[in-house]
């Protein structure tokens, strides 16, 4: 009776329980696994049971003497086997391409292979974007590169009342190889309304996957095919000269933006 006694009044005196340890540091003071069968409840009082939270949400810490709180964070939990977005990268370019206009005749190569160099010159000759280069590194060979592309291309006929045409493609191309490739045509037909201007908007959308580790290094570049007119002006991300302010540099800008796609999986230790 004695011990029963002095080990009640020892436990009301200090108020710790330990559970695998001899000596508590706190209330309670559980050294081991512990299961949960139930709701964990928190910031309750001696009249008021606690708050058990959400579904989705976590308990985030409030600081020493606070009690922590349920939060509901806006971040996508990435499950195992699934694939998931894990960087965007994003550019845009004005200067585009006005180096095949006029006065410049097209390659006259109507095919591209993927894997095609982009300094081979019997591939076509290939006009870059510099202001679209991205350079990232791929850490998991289990992936997805997803590239989107637009530009505003525009031409002008040497005579508004003509009908003339442009010939001309645009192609993606990692480490100097090409990855994606479309052709397209921009025509002018009898537009004496704008004195011969004729704009478009070209895109090109590609994913290409399991795209291997290591450093990237990804480029736009465009090329003229084959002209009806050599006199005919011709430009790709930006306006023709003297096209009468019905454009510019800024309607007609380049965006590209590549997403990295990975498939999750965890290491087991």
């Not at 550019?91 to 190569?109: A, E, F, K, M, R």
Request: glycine fraction near 10%; hydrophobic fraction near 35%; aromatic fraction near 8%.
């Amino acid at each position: 009776m004695y011990l029963c006694v002095v080990g009640l009044f020892s436990v009301y005196t200090h108020a710790q329980v330990g559970v695998g340890i001899s000596i508590p540091q706190t209330t309670l003071d559980v050294n081991g696994k512990t299961t949960l069968r139930r709701e964990l409840r928190v910031g309750g009082n001696s009249t008021q049971v606690g708050i058990a939270g959400l579904n989705g949400q976590v308990l985030v810490s409030q600081g020493d003497g606070m009690s922590p709180q349920w939060k509901t964070l806006n971040v996508t939990f990435m499950e195992e086997g699934q694939y998931k977005l894990i960087n965007s990268y994003l550019s845009s370019d004005q200067v585009g391409v006005t180096s095949l206009s006029n006065g410049i005749l097209g390659d006259s190569v109507y095919k591209n292979s993927i894997g095609d160099d982009i300094t081979d010159a019997t591939k076509g000759t290939w006009v870059k974007i510099a202001g679209l280069e991205n350079n990232f590194t791929i850490k998991n060979g289990l992936n997805r590169l997803t590239y989107q592309f637009q530009t505003g291309v525009e031409m002008k006929a040497s005579t508004a009342s003509a009908s003339q045409n442009v010939s001309f493609t645009c192609g993606i191309f990692r480490n100097g190889k090409l990855v994606a490739v479309r052709p397209d045509k921009i025509s002018s037909n009898n537009n004496s309304e704008k004195n011969g201007i004729q704009d478009y908007i070209f895109t090109l959308n590609y994913t290409e996957p399991d795209v291997p580790v290591g450093v990237q290094k990804v480029e736009v570049a465009c090329r003229k095919i084959n002209v009806s007119n050599n006199d005919a002006q011709f430009a790709i991300g930006r306006n023709v000269a003297g096209n009468g302010n019905l454009s510019n540099a800024f309607t007609l800008e380049s965006a590209f933006k590549i997403d990295l796609i990975e498939f999750v999986t965890y290491q087991v230790n």
